[in-house]
């Protein structure tokens, strides 16, 4: 059996207006960061046996007690990046300087590098300035997002239980965002495509707060690095501007941290950069803004 633990990075909304002239292009991250922030979405997913989950789970909790003295303490990217958070939650709450707080950080990617042959990681992008009719059901970017994430653990045909950072305060799956993707697994529900007519694989859906899972707080710092490497550096995949190395592996720059977690990131034809991401929309495959 096996469990997928999943979290979402930055908003699910239409911030700025459509703008065709930016629909093939990328700027740099330093030209207009808060736009890239709100115009990329990101779903992202660390896939493993359920009887591999408890070693990771125990070093987690030990490295937490060795800079923080409590394994109750919930590690978030946003919070170690900011300055200004970490002082708020780590840095003033346990008496951690910033040295120490970077040492964390660099220790907790020595655990995912430790067990990296134990579990895969996948991702799928929504880059939301291609969309120029925003309020069709298909252009929702989390239930499309969620769409590909459920049709792909359903090809990789494990049994497999899906944890979710809850969306909904209540946890509750009668309501909101949670009955709105439990609807897409039970009837594919209003999504005009689909090339899955029973997720027979997914056999449970669950939704959780990150702050009591370890494996929660693992996927969220997965996928704001997938979305960062994204914005930073796409341009290399969209323009078709990289080399192949002798490996076949796609070579462009990479963003530090993402350097760290990509050679866990799945890969069906044995090459990693670029291959196992899924980009919606695909401008070179649909012209999105002729709906």
């Known amino acids: 059996m096996y469990k997928c633990f999943i979290d979402d990075s930055w908003s699910k909304d239409y911030i700025n207006p459509?703008?065709?002239e930016l629909k093939k292009c990328l700027p740099e991250w330093g030209d207009n960061r808060?736009?890239?922030n709100d115009n990329f979405f990101s779903l992202s997913w660390i896939h493993l046996k359920t009887?591999?989950?408890k070693a990771i789970d125990i070093d987690i909790k030990e490295l937490k007690k060795k800079y923080f003295w409590t394994e109750h303490v919930e590690i978030k990217s946003v919070y170690l990046r900011s300055p200004k958070l970490s002082k708020k939650h780590y840095?003033?709450?346990?008496?951690?300087s910033r040295e120490q707080l970077k040492e964390f950080w660099d220790d907790l990617y020595k655990i995912l590098d430790k067990h990296k042959d134990n579990y895969c990681i996948f991702a799928t992008i929504f880059d939301k300035r291609q969309y120029k009719y925003r309020g069709k059901p298909d252009a929702d970017c989390l239930l499309?997002?969620?769409?590909?994430?459920?049709e792909r653990i359903h090809f990789s045909e494990l049994k497999t239980t899906l944890v979710f950072d809850q969306m909904e305060s209540s946890?509750?799956?009668e309501k909101g965002q949670h009955k709105e993707m439990l609807k897409i697994h039970s009837e594919n529900w209003w999504m005009e495509q689909s090339y899955v007519i029973e997720f027979a694989n997914i056999i449970d859906i669950e939704?959780?707060?990150s702050d009591t899972e370890n494996m929660l707080q693992v996927a969220d710092i997965i996928c704001y690095n997938i979305r960062r490497q994204f914005m930073q550096f796409g341009r290399c995949m969209i323009d078709g501007n990289c080399n192949v190395n002798q490996h076949g592996n796609i070579e462009c720059w990479e963003y530090e941290y993402f350097t760290k977690i990509s050679d866990s990131i799945y890969s069906s034809w044995g090459k990693t950069i670029w291959r196992w991401?899924?980009?919606?929309p695909n401008w070179k495959k649909l012209d999105w803004d002729l709906w």
């Open 91 to 96: 840095m003033d709450v346990f008496s951690i």
């Open 171 to 173: 946890l509750s799956k």
């Open 34 to 36: 808060k736009w890239l």
């Open 277 to 280: 991401l899924v980009v919606i």
């Open 51 to 53: 009887s591999d989950i």
């Open 144 to 150: 499309k997002t969620t769409q590909v994430f459920l």
């Open 18 to 20: 459509f703008c065709p």
């Open 207 to 209: 939704f959780q707060k």
